[in-house]
């Protein structure tokens, strides 16, 4: 197969990154990409979809990984994995002796190893440029799930409709889930047994990098978890917190004590994001040195210094985020060319250790393997999002009144980074607009 044919294959099928930001899978097929890496790192506390996914199905998704590597050309592939994920790796080594240009990575068990940027430090020695693309450095990264949706369009031209997704915390019966993609969050907690409190806060795509949705909203190509959480919680609590008190907090109690730029992951890998310098700037209103402003372009926003690293328990990353997109909204650029250091020697040393993470956001009662369920579940009704990654919005193909078959194309790719979006259940369409469509199953 043709990069082009794949590029095809994959647009029309709708795979686009099953997590994070959803950069659209045929715009990662690239000849300049050397090494392909499978990332397996499932780094954020209580996420076990990806090593569960890749245990069940490894033969499956080794092979199309093999096809991946060979229609781009790299020389290897990588699997970078957590040590701890033993019977994954098990599995794994079954088949890997059929793939010669296939290897194991083994990672430790620290945040942040799924960062994209951190992932290619850890598997290949190679550092991306702030603010550069893994291509750059001739690697390209797909996660378990994207190259099981990968296989399925490749081999028989299925549409993305499903979305594994793993829902815990204050439920009864903590497990992953196969939802048709514009399930609602609350059906989808259903099939998780009871709730056990009252006025659950929903936290979607788990703790560090997670955000509060309402239970009407719907999973989307990119929903990892659900985390069912009691309103008072840390994690709310920070989630819900007024930047402009934060910003006063910091003011009075920030000790400049560099914790959270001696842990910060990026910084560690040489990257000019220095948050105790953005705090200092930022809570004395200190404009005469920009540096610290403009460097926030340079945060991968993984929480780690304000959700670990910071002893007041002051909010490093929901500050820069704000000052980040306050930039961005007035059209101010990254600097062209940002000042880069040496990976730090100390950087081994200064890794997050996951159980001291999960400790550290109270999350450690909700550990559990939440098994996954293989069949697909029904639900009564989809809400699907036509803008469900980065990159353009598709464009209506429906109407009110249609019945459709399940994979039938509801969105059509639009230009710039755009892809198809499929039905995920037999129905017929109640509302349409440009930005959803509703199908009663
Ligand atoms: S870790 Fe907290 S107290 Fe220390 S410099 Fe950073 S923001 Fe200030
Ligand atoms: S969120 Fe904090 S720790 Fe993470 S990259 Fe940004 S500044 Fe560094």
Same mark, same amino acid.
């Given at each position: 197969?043709?990069?082009?044919?794949? %590029?095809?294959?994959?647009?029309?099928?709708?795979?686009? !990154?099953?997590?994070?930001? !959803?950069?659209?899978?045929?715009?990662?097929?690239?000849?300049?990409?050397?090494?392909?890496?499978?990332?397996?790192?499932?780094?954020?506390?209580?996420?076990?979809? #990806?090593?569960?996914?890749?245990?069940?199905?490894?033969?499956?998704?080794?092979?199309?990984?093999?096809?991946?590597?060979?229609? =781009?050309?790299?020389?290897?592939?990588?699997? @970078?994995?957590?040590?701890?994920?033993?019977?994954? /790796?098990?599995?794994?080594?079954?088949?890997? &002796?059929?793939?010669?240009?296939?290897?194991?990575?083994?990672?430790?068990?620290?945040?942040?190893?799924?960062?994209?940027?951190?992932?290619?430090?850890?598997?290949? !020695? %190679?550092?991306?440029?702030?603010?550069?693309?893994?291509?750059?450095?001739?690697?390209?990264?797909?996660?378990?799930?994207?190259?099981?949706?990968?296989?399925?369009?490749?081999?028989?031209?299925?549409?993305?409709?499903?979305?594994?997704? +793993?829902?815990?915390?204050?439920?009864? &019966?903590?497990?992953?889930?196969?939802?048709?993609?514009?399930?609602?969050?609350?059906?989808?907690?259903?099939?998780?047994?009871? =709730?056990?409190?009252?006025?659950?806060?929903?936290?979607?795509?788990?703790?560090?990098? @997670?955000?509060?949705?309402?239970?009407?909203?719907?999973? +989307?190509?990119?929903?990892?978890?659900?985390?069912?959480?009691?309103?008072?919680?840390?994690?709310?609590?920070?989630?819900?917190? &007024?930047?402009? /008190?934060?910003?006063?907090?910091?003011?009075? /109690?920030?000790?400049?004590?560099?914790?959270?730029?001696?842990?910060?992951?990026? #910084?560690?890998?040489?990257?000019?994001?220095?948050?105790?310098?953005?705090?200092?700037?930022?809570?004395?209103?200190?404009?005469?040195?920009?540096?610290?402003?403009?460097?926030?372009?340079?945060?991968?926003?993984?929480?780690?210094?304000?959700?670990?690293?910071?002893?007041?328990?002051?909010?490093?990353?929901?500050?820069?985020?704000?000052?980040?997109?306050?930039?961005?909204?007035?059209?101010?650029?990254?600097?062209?060319?940002?000042?880069?250091?040496?990976?730090?020697?100390?950087?081994? &040393?200064?890794?997050?250790?996951?159980?001291?993470?999960?400790?550290?956001?109270?999350?450690?009662?909700?550990?559990?393997?939440?098994?996954?369920?293989?069949? +697909?579940?029904?639900?009564?009704?989809?809400?699907?999002?036509?803008?469900?990654?980065?990159?353009?919005?598709?464009?209506?193909?429906?109407?009110?009144?249609?019945?459709?078959? %399940?994979?039938?194309?509801?969105?059509?790719?639009?230009?710039?980074?755009?892809?198809?979006?499929?039905?995920?259940?037999?129905?017929?369409?109640?509302?349409?607009?440009?930005?959803?469509?509703?199908?009663?199953?």
């Amino acid at each position: 197969m043709t990069i082009d044919e794949l %590029k095809k294959i994959l647009r029309e099928s709708g795979v686009v !990154g099953a997590g994070g930001a !959803g950069f659209p899978t045929y715009a990662k097929l690239d000849e300049r990409a050397n090494t392909i890496l499978l990332n397996c790192a499932e780094c954020e506390p209580l996420l076990t979809l #990806h090593r569960q996914l890749l245990k069940l199905r490894a033969e499956e998704i080794l092979k199309a990984f093999e096809e991946v590597r060979k229609t =781009v050309k790299a020389t290897e592939g990588i699997i @970078g994995i957590k040590s701890e994920y033993t019977a994954t /790796i098990n599995e794994l080594n079954k088949y890997i &002796d059929d793939y010669p240009a296939i290897r194991i990575k083994e990672l430790p068990g620290a945040y942040p190893m799924g960062d994209e940027v951190v992932l290619i430090y850890e598997a290949t !020695g %190679k550092v991306v440029r702030p603010g550069g693309l893994p291509i750059e450095q001739g690697v390209a990264v797909f996660n378990v799930e994207t190259m099981y949706n990968v296989s399925k369009a490749m081999n028989a031209k299925l549409g993305v409709t499903e979305k594994l997704v +793993t829902i815990v915390g204050e439920v009864t &019966d903590p497990k992953t889930v196969r939802l048709p993609i514009g399930t609602s969050i609350d059906e989808a907690v259903s099939f998780a047994g009871d =709730v056990k409190i009252e006025e659950p806060v929903y936290f979607v795509g788990v703790p560090m990098m @997670g955000r509060i949705m309402k239970g009407s909203d719907p999973i +989307t190509k990119t929903t990892n978890a659900i985390l069912v959480l009691p309103k008072d919680h840390t994690l709310v609590l920070k989630k819900q917190a &007024d930047t402009s /008190i934060q910003l006063n907090r910091a003011a009075s /109690i920030c000790c400049q004590c560099q914790m959270c730029t001696d842990l910060c992951p990026r #910084h560690a890998l040489g990257h000019p994001i220095e948050p105790h310098l953005f705090m200092r700037a930022a809570s004395n209103r200190d404009f005469q040195d920009m540096n610290p402003f403009l460097n926030t372009f340079y945060c991968s926003s993984c929480g780690l210094c304000e959700l670990f690293s910071c002893p007041q328990g002051l909010q490093p990353r929901t500050l820069i985020t704000e000052y980040k997109n306050g930039l961005r909204a007035k059209g101010v650029k990254p600097p062209a060319e940002p000042k880069v250091h040496d990976v730090i020697r100390q950087r081994d &040393d200064r890794k997050a250790p996951e159980k001291r993470l999960a400790a550290r956001l109270g999350v450690t009662q909700y550990e559990c393997e939440a098994l996954l369920e293989e069949d +697909t579940k029904s639900v009564r009704q989809v809400k699907i999002n036509l803008s469900q990654h980065i990159g353009a919005p598709s464009k209506l193909n429906v109407k009110v009144g249609d019945v459709l078959k %399940k994979g039938d194309i509801v969105g059509l790719a639009a230009d710039g980074l755009g892809v198809n979006i499929h039905a995920s259940v037999d129905g017929k369409v109640v509302e349409a607009t440009d930005k959803y469509v509703k199908i009663k199953a």
